[in-house]
């Protein structure tokens, strides 16, 4: 069981970037996909999940309106694509599956399997 992220980098604020990640040794069902990120010194924030089993959101608040999160062609894959990039959105990004996004209450603690992350950094 694991999950890999991919599609960091650079980009200038106001950009635009998708960065994905892909399950392995399992099948994505009834379970939730997961964002999170973390900015050095900084605890690590709930950023989008999204229900499987019938596509339902969410989105953290200083995300909302400017990122999506969708599944992707490959059922195992899901994507988060970033508009309007900000400074204060630079953090290493985590996707995570667990069994709900508790109607956008997740938390890290309701995922039990990590990705290793993948950084964004937002240049100003």
């Known amino acids: 069981v694991q999950l890999v992220e991919s599609g960091g980098g650079l980009v200038q604020s106001g950009g635009s970037l998708n960065i994905s990640c892909t399950a392995s040794?399992?099948?994505?069902?009834?379970?939730?996909m997961a964002w999170f990120r973390q900015a050095p010194g900084k605890e690590r924030e709930r950023v989008s999940c999204?229900?499987?089993?019938?596509?339902?959101?969410y989105y953290g608040d200083s995300v909302k309106g400017r990122f999506t999160i969708a599944r992707g062609n490959a059922k195992n894959t899901v994507y988060l694509r970033m508009n309007s990039l900000k400074s204060e959105d630079t953090a290493t990004y985590y996707c995570?599956?667990?069994?709900?996004?508790?109607?956008?209450?997740?938390?890290?603690?309701?995922?039990?399997?990590w990705g290793q992350g993948t950084q964004v950094t937002v240049s100003s």
């Open positions: 995570a599956t667990g069994v709900s996004c508790y109607t956008g209450g997740f938390n890290e603690d309701d995922f039990s399997v």
């Open positions: 040794g399992f099948t994505l069902g009834d379970d939730a």
């Open positions: 999204m229900s499987i089993s019938d596509g339902d959101t």
